[in-house]
């Protein structure tokens, strides 16, 4: 495709940002693009790499630097180390010059980074890959991008790949460093691309210790928040009844709006609008309708093809989010409180009672399977209920239970060099391949988007921290030290400051006769999806398909609007 037909590309469906790059020269750069749909392109010996951002030069964001010593770009947000740097591209150079590889360990913050020194030309990611970095060989030159759609326009007859197809429509995340076309790569967490290859680093490695864990979080919270507290313009939350998002609002007086999705008559809505004015925030209250389940082109575009478009709760409301600044507090479950681990508990009536003691020898698949978006009944079905929505493909297979345990074992096998731990496993599986990621790329493509989780204190207390301290417990407690009364108005599903007293508390509601149970947190998407009567827009020639859950019905969809767009 020409320069001038990639513009016209660009100019209809590319995202805000974006970092693409060439390991080649000017004019293989502009092969697959042009010059002007970029804020910057830098040209040196080893590759040409372009960056469209809305943050550039603000402090922790986007920057480029280059000098005779040779050339950084970074793509997202990050710092230095422990200290100060106006321009953060240009102290990395300075620090890649010293010390090479070695120098990424100092860098803080959730983004992509592009060094060309003394003829060596890189792309890192960032310590858990929170920014994915798509490449391809095409015409005899390697290119990258943060966004898979342009590279998909460079293969010229790009293959849809069988596994990674039945990865997304059985679980709803595509795992390790696969996409859905065959042509297209990831780089693997904590790993670097060259030319030629990808190479691990060993930034993100467990290794626990004993240390004051509550403090110790407690602490590091309270600096990576306020680290990411500069941004200009007005600030929002994404706020809901529950812990994580509180921390912002007792730290952060300037933050003015907060938006919750619910029915205004929920509890979880309720107990949210508490906070804000506890906080002296503005409330506002997103009703659940269709926008919730949102199937636009742009939405699935954030899903880059390999995770569910569904956790971008958000997007549907984006022209009622009024801030130019939005926190969040994406992966707080994950790397703080152990969210996608396996806790024991006691069997009453049927149920587990969950406590606070890992299971000793968990089963890791079976227990991901459990908690991620397996559903095993419909997936048994789900081939031959699809077979006119993907009419090319033949995606009968053997039984979508063995055919899963055979991948997530893979992956976890990948996990043992980084952690001797089953729970540490389990985790990193988990983080490596986090479902939720295409929350936070929205997020960043329209807002300055601070991604505190990521803070490199942070997860090094996730990788120092013993896997049975990273729990609710632990949490809490941590962020009593942070605010005392942050709790005070307590989150729907958790009255009692005790996490065995909730679970009780929790199973007595769901047996004992006429006692309410607690709300879910999200809006019931069952019902959103009946009441617009989705599942005849979506799949209006295929009436089999509306027998399927809703999640796996927007994955079929999902998945068709990215092999066929």
């Excluded at 004019?27 to 002007?36: L, V």
């Excluded at 490449?135 to 010229?156: E, N, P, Q, W």
């Excluded at 699935?300 to 709760?313: C, D, G, N, P």
């Excluded at 007595?508 to 989705?534: H, M, S, T």
Aim: charged share 25%.
């Amino acid at each position: 495709m020409r320069a001038t037909e990639q513009t016209e590309v660009a100019a209809r469906a590319s995202m805000n940002t974006e970092l693409f790059g060439v390991f080649g020269t000017q004019s293989d750069f502009e092969r697959f693009r042009s010059a002007e749909e970029f804020d910057e392109v830098v040209c040196e010996d080893e590759a040409t790499v372009g960056i469209r951002s809305h943050n550039l030069d603000i402090r922790g964001c986007s920057s480029s630097y280059s000098d005779s010593d040779g050339t950084c770009i970074i793509f997202g947000e990050a710092y230095p180390a422990g200290e100060s740097a106006p321009n953060t591209a240009q102290w990395l150079l300075g620090q890649f010059s010293a010390s090479g590889m070695d120098a990424l360990s100092q860098l803080n913050g959730s983004y992509l980074a592009y060094i060309e020194h003394a003829g060596e030309s890189v792309v890192v990611t960032d310590p858990i890959r929170s920014w994915e970095c798509y490449y391809a060989d095409v015409g005899g030159a390697r290119v990258f991008s943060t966004d898979i759609a342009m590279l998909k326009h460079l293969v010229a007859e790009p293959t849809a790949n069988r596994t990674a197809i039945l990865e997304f429509l059985h679980l709803g995340t595509v795992l390790g460093t696969k996409t859905l076309f065959e042509e297209i790569k990831r780089v693997p967490l904590d790993s670097y691309l060259t030319a030629t290859t990808t190479e691990p680093l060993s930034r993100f490695v467990y290794d626990p210790q004993a240390f004051d864990y509550i403090t110790e979080l407690a602490d590091r919270l309270q600096r990576a928040v306020h680290l990411r507290s500069h941004f200009p313009g007005k600030k929002g939350i994404l706020l809901s009844g529950g812990k994580d998002s509180r921390v912002f609002l007792s730290q952060l007086p300037d933050i003015s709006q907060t938006y919750t999705i619910g029915r205004e008559e929920s509890r979880e809505v309720r107990v949210a609008k508490k906070i804000a004015h506890q906080y002296n925030a503005e409330h506002t209250v997103l009703e659940p309708s269709d926008r919730y389940l949102s199937t636009s082109d742009e939405k699935l575009r954030y899903s880059q093809s390999i995770k569910e478009a569904l956790h971008i709760h958000h997007a549907g409301y984006d022209d009622l989010l009024d801030v130019d600044v939005m926190y969040h507090g994406l992966l707080f479950d994950t790397l703080f409180k152990g969210y996608f681990l396996e806790w024991d508990g006691v069997e009453v009536l049927g149920s587990k009672l969950p406590s606070t003691t890992l299971v000793r020898d968990p089963d890791p698949v079976d227990s991901l399977l459990a908690t991620l978006g397996y559903f095993p009944t419909p997936s048994e079905h789900m081939a031959s209920l699809v077979e006119q929505v993907f009419s090319n493909l033949d995606l009968d297979h053997e039984s979508p239970r063995e055919f899963l345990e055979t991948q997530l074992s893979e992956e976890l096998s990948r996990c043992w060099e980084r952690t001797d731990s089953v729970h540490n496993a389990m985790d990193l599986l988990v983080i490596s391949n986090q479902p939720v990621m295409p929350f936070r790329t929205q997020l960043a493509d329209n807002y300055f988007e601070p991604f505190v989780a990521i803070d490199t204190t942070l997860l090094d207390w996730h990788l120092k921290t013993p896997p049975k301290f990273r729990n609710s417990e632990t949490f809490r407690k941590a962020l009593e030290r942070i605010d005392p009364n942050i709790l005070h108005h307590r989150p729907p599903s958790q009255p009692h400051d005790s996490n065995k007293l909730n679970q009780l508390e929790r199973f007595l509601r769901r047996k004992l006769p006429f006692v309410e149970q607690f709300e879910p947190a999200w809006p019931d998407r069952n019902q959103i999806y009946a009441d617009y009567g989705l599942a005849e827009k979506l799949f209006p020639n295929q009436p089999a398909v509306h027998a399927l859950p809703v999640r796996l019905q927007l994955r079929i969809h999902n998945t068709h609007w990215w092999l066929d767009r």
